[in-house]
């Protein structure tokens, strides 16, 4: 068998490009940049969110 590689590996788990070097302040003002040039959530969007986040534990349990 062969080993598997996934294809976050040129990203570190937290979405930065693999061999930079930068300090967090900046990676934070280029995601806060980003988010501030997204348009607003519409209402659907947010319901969507809540439903996938807000499960009642014993549905997580069982998916588990």
């Keep these: 068998m ?3 590689h996934t294809t ?3 990203e ?3 979405g930065r490009p693999a061999g930079t070097d930068h300090g967090d302040a900046a990676y934070w003002a280029r995601v806060r940049r980003i988010v ?3 348009p607003p959530l519409t209402d659907l969007q947010r319901a969507r969110l809540r439903a996938a986040f807000h499960q009642p ?7 588990a």
Excluded at 57 to 63: L, M, P
């Design 2 to 4: 062969t080993d598997q």
């Design 8 to 10: 976050a590996a040129a």
């Design 12 to 14: 570190d788990t937290l």
């Design 36 to 38: 501030a040039q997204a």
């Design 57 to 63: 534990a014993d549905h997580k349990e069982k998916a």
